[in-house]
């Protein structure tokens, strides 16, 4: 079974720092992964998925993240965070091919300062 | 195009009582699922069903749990009795495969928060 590991679970910035949240993911497939947010008193959304092809992936509202098959891993970076980025973070997994449930990581709340 | 929504949004009930929670997907989606998430813990899949039918139900809790999709519309999530251990928030998502199995995304509804007393 698959299984999904988020580093960070609480990360507070100042607007206009970098972002990077880590996530590393364990199965001996191959995998679709994805990045959902949910932003105070709304519901997940979500911000990106890699499915295969190019492993940079951009999403929406200025996130990015990378797909290093070597590192299991698919962190999410946004070079200039602002307040409105403030939410939770999940990072999330699922084998390709078939039907297959989706595995999730404990999220990362992340708080940006104004 | 409405998202998929959940009724109740919130719910308090007692331990012992029945409470049951519905999901309605995006009109059109065939893929319907269920999560829970227990506050500080990772979101959990409890089970899917592809239109009526149950797909995977691996991540059921116990037999207190019944999951139903009649007419393969939307679906209702029944637990009884509940304890306890039971308060979270539950998540329902639907997807629809454009390009076939596994290629879908899944769009979530705004969860029911369940608290158990």
């Known amino acids: 079974a698959q299984s999904v590991s988020q580093h960070n679970h609480h990360v507070i910035l100042s607007e206009a720092a970098s972002l990077e949240l880590g996530c590393n993911y364990s199965y001996g497939g191959t995998v679709n992964l994805f990045w959902y947010v949910q932003y105070p008193g709304q519901h997940l959304q979500l911000l990106l998925k890699y499915f295969s092809g190019d492993p940079l992936v951009k999403g929406i509202k200025g996130f990015e993240a990378e797909f290093i098959k070597s590192k299991f891993s698919f962190n999410l970076r946004k070079p200039s965070v602002q307040w409105s980025d403030t939410a939770e973070y999940f990072c999330?997994?699922?084998?390709?091919?078939?039907?297959?449930?989706?595995?999730f990581g404990t999220g990362t709340k992340l708080q940006v300062i104004p | 195009e409405a998202g998929v929504t959940q009724f109740p949004s919130h719910s308090v009930i007692e331990k012992g009582q029945t409470v049951t929670l519905r999901c309605d997907p995006i009109?059109?989606?065939?893929?319907l699922y269920w999560y829970r998430r227990v506050m500080g813990k990772e979101i959990k899949f409890l089970l899917h069903?592809?239109?009526?039918?149950?797909?995977?139900e691996s991540g059921m809790p116990n037999n207190r749990f019944l999951a139903e999709r009649t007419g393969g519309t939307y679906s209702t999530l029944k637990v009884q009795p509940a304890e306890l251990e039971d308060s979270g928030v539950y998540f329902c998502?639907?997807?629809?495969?454009?390009?076939?199995?596994?290629?879908?995304?899944?769009?979530f509804g705004p969860g029911t928060r369940l608290t158990v007393l």
């Open positions: 998502a639907s997807s629809h495969p454009p390009g076939g199995v596994g290629t879908d995304t899944q769009y």
């Open positions: 999330a997994c699922r084998p390709s091919g078939g039907y297959q449930k989706v595995t």
């Open positions: 069903f592809v239109k009526e039918s149950k797909q995977d």
């Open positions: 009109s059109g989606h065939d893929n």
